[in-house]
C-alpha cells in the first residue's frame, strides 16, 4: 500500500512542502493517541481561559495548539504559523518558503463527550517579495492555498489532503505510518443529505430561511424529495461524510452577533475545506460568491460557509439572488 511520503514523492511535491506536511501529521498521531487515553490521558475538561475568537478553550485545544505550533515552528521550510488559538501570527524561519494556518481541533465542544474532532490545516506560499513575516503576509484568498487538509480523530485515524491536484485520503495504520486508501474522491453532485444547526433558524437571513422551509416539506415542497439531517458539531466530520457520500454542510450568517460574518473562520476552516470540497467535485459559497475568491482583511475573519454537492449549493446560490 501507498504511503503519504510515497504518494506525495509520486506525485513530485517539492521537499520542503512534504516536510511540512510531515510535520503536521506527526504532531496529529501525537493528538490522536491523547485523545485514545480519554479521561486518562488527564485532558478532557476546559482550560478556564478564552482565546482571541472569545470562545472558552479546552484543555485539549491549548495542547494541540502547543504541540502544533511548537512542531512547525521547528521546521526550517516553515516562514510562519497562524492559529486559531492565537491571537497574533508567529514568524518561524527566514529559509522557510510556507505558511501555515490551522485550527489545532474542530469540534472542541465533543471532545469530552468522545465524539469525533479534528485537526484543520491550510498550506499558502511566502510571497516572493516578502521582507518580514506579518498577519498580512497571510491575508491571501483561499485560490492561492498550496495545500489543505484535516485529521479526523474517529473511530479510525483518518487524513485527507489536496495539493490542488484532487483530493486523497490516508488512514493511519498501526504501524503509524498513514497509508492511501482513497484516491481522487469525487462528491456526488446531487445529495437528499444536509447539515445545519437550525436552533439558530430565527437569526438567519430571510433567503436562508426560505430555503431551509422549503428543503423541510420534502416531496410536497418545491425541492421534490425527502432530504435527511445530520448535525455533528464538528465540521470536519460533516465535511469528511460529504466527501464520502455527499451532503450539504451550511453555517450561514446569522444575527446573534451582527458583528461578525458568520461563526467559522476564513483562514482556518472556510479556505482548507472549500479546497478540499472544490478539488473533489463539489462546491463552497458564501451565499455571495465562492469562499476562496474572497479577500481577507483580517486573519481571524469569520465567513458564511454552504458546501458540498454541486447541485444543491448552487441551489442556494440561486435563493440569495432572487
Ligand atoms: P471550534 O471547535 O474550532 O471552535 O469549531 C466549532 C465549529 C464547527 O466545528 C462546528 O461545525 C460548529 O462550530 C458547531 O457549532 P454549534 O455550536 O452551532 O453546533
Ligand atoms: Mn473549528
Ligand atoms: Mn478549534
Known amino acids: 500500500m501507498l504511503s503519504l511520503d510515497q504518494a506525495l514523492e509520486q506525485a513530485q511535491v517539492d521537499p520542503q512542502l512534504v516536510s511540512v506536511v510531515d510535520s503536521i501529521t506527526i504532531t496529529c498521531k501525537n493528538i490522536a493517541e491523547r485523545l485514545r487515553g480519554g479521561a486518562l490521558s ?9 482565546n482571541i475568537q ?3 478553550q479546552k484543555n485539549l485545544d491549548v495542547i494541540s495548539n502547543d504541540l502544533l505550533k511548537q ?14 488559538e492565537e491571537e497574533d501570527v508567529i514568524a518561524g524561519n527566514e529559509e522557510g518558503q510556507y505558511l501555515v494556518t490551522f485550527d489545532p481541533l474542530d469540534g472542541s465542544s465533543n471532545i469530552d463527550v468522545n465524539v469525533t474532532v479534528g485537526t484543520i490545516f491550510s498550506i499558502l506560499a511566502l ?4 521582507t518580514e513575516v506579518t498577519a498580512d503576509t497571510f491575508l491571501q484568498a483561499g485560490n492561492k492555498q498550496i495545500a489543505a487538509g484535516y485529521v479526523l480523530y474517529g473511530p479510525s485515524v483518518i487524513l485527507a489532503i489536496t495539493t490542488g491536484k484532487g483530493v486523497a485520503m490516508y488512514n493511519l495504520g498501526a504501524d503509524g505510518v498513514f497509508y492511501q486508501t482513497q484516491d481522487q474522491v469525487q462528491v456526488p453532485t446531487t ?8 436552533s439558530n433558524q430565527r ?8 430555503y431551509v422551509n422549503d428543503l423541510l416539506l420534502g416531496e410536497e415542497g418545491p425541492l421534490g424529495k425527502r432530504f435527511n439531517m445530520r448535525w455533528i458539531a464538528s465540521m470536519v466530520a460533516e465535511v469528511h461524510r460529504i466527501l464520502t457520500r455527499g451532503g450539504i454542510f451550511m453555517y450561514p450568517y446569522d ?21 478540499l470540497i472544490e478539488q473533489a467535485g463539489g462546491a463552497a459559497s458564501n451565499t455571495l460568491q465562492p469562499i476562496m475568491d474572497v479577500e481577507p482583511h483580517h ?5 458564511p460557509v454552504i458546501l458540498g454537492s454541486k447541485e444543491e449549493v448552487e441551489r442556494i446560490n440561486r435563493y440569495h439572488k432572487a
Not at 75 to 81: Q, T
Not at 127 to 130: A, F, G, M, R, V
Not at 263 to 269: A, D, F, G, Q, S
Open 42 to 50: 488527564g485532558l478532557y475538561g476546559s482550560a478556564e481561559q478564552e
Open 54 to 56: 472569545g470562545e472558552v
Open 71 to 84: 512542531v512547525l515552528l521547528a521546521n526550517r521550510s516553515v516562514a510562519g504559523i497562524a492559529s486559531e
Open 127 to 130: 510571497p516572493k517579495d516578502c
Open 191 to 198: 445529495t437528499a443529505e444536509f447539515a445545519i444547526n437550525i
Open 203 to 210: 437569526f438567519w437571513q430571510a433567503p436562508m430561511q426560505a
Open 255 to 275: 444575527s446573534r452577533d451582527p458583528s461578525k460574518a458568520g461563526k467559522l473562520r476564513l483562514m482556518y476552516e472556510g479556505n482548507p475545506m472549500s479546497f
Open 299 to 303: 486573519i481571524h475573519q469569520r465567513v
